[in-house]
């Protein structure tokens, strides 16, 4: 089984690719929904938050709001926040690939905002950026979240930009204003393809 770590500013077009390797047999390991799941179902990853963030756990409920308030302004409480989660979410996620497996899957994403940074990246064979022009990306936040101009460039800005992730990554599927949805997702389906017949 292809393991691809694909990653990638936001509103660059992770979807559209990931869809892409669904349609080709392929299944998506979504890192954040592992993380928010291991909050709730992870006793002992809720203990090691509750030790180090006292005060944001309610039984098995995390106040996000109230981490975020700690964490944002501050990179050591970021820092140990991330080596925490990290642990878990790469067990969870090494299971999740074994599962895949088991099942026949010819591929499986691990689809990462923070793949690099993480280590995620090492469970996989190769790795994807998806980018696309700032403007664009502005464009497509605002559409899909509803949100201001300025609050979209606040996200925008706030992330790596696509030269980072272009330079780190083995392959790159960048999103252009002449792409449609359509010749995006084709673009995408041949390189998966290449992929796993190598």
């Not at 500013?9 to 349609?23: E, I, Q, Y």
């Not at 990853?45 to 039984?59: K, L, N, W």
């Not at 098995?60 to 080596?83: P, S």
């Not at 272009?166 to 999103?175: G, I, T």
Request: charge should be negative; hydrophobic fraction near 40%; aromatic fraction near 6%.
């Amino acid at each position: 089984m292809k393991i691809i770590g694909i990653t990638g500013p936001t509103g660059a077009g992770k979807t559209t690719a990931l869809n892409a390797l669904t349609s080709l047999g392929g299944c998506i390991i979504d890192a954040d929904a592992v993380y928010h799941e291991l909050t709730v179902s992870s006793a002992p990853m809720r203990e090691e938050i509750s030790a180090r963030f006292p005060g944001v756990y309610e039984g098995t409920t995390l106040h996000r709001k109230k981490l975020g308030a700690i964490v944002f302004q501050d990179e050591k409480a970021l820092a140990d926040l991330d080596e925490i989660i990290q642990k878990y979410v790469t067990q969870a996620t090494r299971e999740k690939l074994t599962q895949a497996e088991a099942e026949g899957r010819p591929a499986a994403a691990i689809d990462a905002i923070k793949l690099l940074e993480s280590g995620l990246s090492d469970l996989c064979h190769c790795t994807l950026a998806v980018t696309a022009p700032d403007e664009l990306r502005v464009k497509r936040i605002m559409a899909r979240d509803g949100i201001s101009e300025e609050y979209a460039w606040m996200r925008v800005n706030a992330q790596h930009n696509s030269a980072w992730f272009q330079e780190r990554c083995d392959y790159n599927l960048h999103n252009t204003e002449a792409d449609t949805v359509e010749t995006f997702a084709e673009r995408a389906r041949a390189l998966f393809r290449t992929l796993l017949e190598e």
